[in-house]
């Protein structure tokens, strides 16, 4: 199994919403990742987890709050987003952080912020 | 601060060759990375480089110069699925921070 899967496909979500969205792999990965992505731009990083702990903050703000409940398991909580943060999110793992090279990506979440 | 420049957009035919560069500027460089994603769908890991030369994996072929600070990926026989966007990638000294280039947008006509 070498697939990364993401729910929900597409989120729409008013500015005083909390939501979440899931990922989840089952390849024994031990890193696992968040990214945002803008029409026709790269990937951005956002969170990096390594073996269930929270290793990288791209200084995300406050209203995106990631969790790790386990080794195949994570989480990005949405709570009083902005319009400008409507994007398609992407979750990704790799074998371990240091073969962050190779990573698995997700189908993603295409999130509106109305 | 880490950077990455590779065209933005490349058109070619169908059955030809395409050369996509990207040049970096980072701190702690380890590898070169390229990925490929379809319109709407998800980045797909292509290859990697570490070392200097080229590494080949079916018609795509990947080359690194650490010296020039310098790769490029190269696709032959070009099929009408080839058409996505292309990133290359960096992995530095901070392990799980991959940095991507803006993507090069690659079209192929009949």
């Known amino acids: 199994d070498t697939e990364v899967t993401q729910t929900p496909k597409h989120l729409v979500m008013g500015m005083t919403n909390k939501k979440s969205l899931k990922c989840e792999q089952h390849m024994g990965h031990r890193a696992m990742y968040w990214y945002k992505q803008k029409a026709k731009k790269p990937p951005e990083l956002m969170f990096v987890?390594?073996?269930?702990?929270?290793?990288i903050n791209e200084s995300v703000p406050s209203r995106f709050s990631p969790e790790c409940p386990n080794s195949s398991l994570l989480n990005l909580h949405l709570h009083a987003l902005q319009p400008e943060d409507s994007a398609l999110y992407l979750c990704a793992s790799s074998q371990d952080h240091t073969v962050d090279y190779e990573q698995y990506f997700g189908p993603g979440t295409r999130l509106t912020v109305t | 601060g880490q950077s990455l420049e590779q065209p933005s957009e490349v058109t070619a035919v169908e059955g030809a060759i395409v050369q996509i560069n990207c040049t970096y500027q980072?701190?702690?460089?380890?590898?070169l990375s390229w990925y490929q994603q379809h319109d709407g769908g998800a980045p797909t890991f292509l290859s990697y480089n570490a070392l200097d030369g080229l590494e080949e994996t079916g018609r795509f072929s990947s080359f690194l110069s650490r010296s020039d600070s310098y790769g490029y990926l190269l696709l032959q026989e070009l099929q009408m699925k080839d058409s996505a966007s292309y990133f290359c990638a960096v992995t530095g000294n901070q392990g799980g921070k991959l940095i991507f280039g803006q993507g090069t947008e690659l079209s192929v006509k009949p």
């Open positions: 980072t701190s702690g460089f380890y590898g």
């Open positions: 987890y390594s073996y269930e702990k929270l290793s």
